[in-house]
């Protein structure tokens, strides 16, 4: 698996996790790499960095989103598909340092991918709106 499979997996379970709201973390993670036979040790080191990282670090996270929609929105508008990619690229760019350029361009293939038709222009803006803010 290149480093987009990987990504594109991790933000596959990520979402899962979103929509099924379950505690054990763990076991959606041991069943999922069963499930899809991950053997790829770097696959699976990846994934289940990225998502217990995520978990750990979700309140910050989920206030840098609240904090760049527009003021009319809220987080229950944004739909799961778009709060997950932005989840992952921030996560990303926030904890992993990986360059920004690469996290939000994938990003926006996911958003093009497995979105709407407004999803890779409103995650683009909100991750620019984030990088921009870092920097």
């Known amino acids: 698996m290149n480093r987009t499979e990987i990504r594109e997996t991790t933000f596959q379970l990520l979402y899962s996790i979103e929509i099924q709201k379950q505690e054990d973390i763990s076991k959606q993670i041991e069943f999922y790499l069963e499930a899809n036979e991950i053997e790829d ?25 609240k904090k760049n929609l527009k003021s009319e929105w809220k987080m229950e508008r944004v739909s799961k ?3 997950t990619i932005l989840k992952l690229a921030i996560y990303e760019i926030k904890f992993k340092e990986i360059p920004y350029k690469i996290a939000i361009n994938e990003a926006v293939e996911l958003a093009k991918k497995y979105g709407e038709e407004v999803s890779k222009n409103f995650v683009n803006g909100i991750l620019a709106s984030i990088v921009k803010e870092q920097n």
């Open 41 to 65: 040790d770097k696959a699976k080191k990846y994934i289940e960095d990225a998502v217990y990282g995520i978990e750990k670090n979700k309140e910050e996270i989920e206030e840098m989103i």
């Open 81 to 83: 598909i778009d709060i």
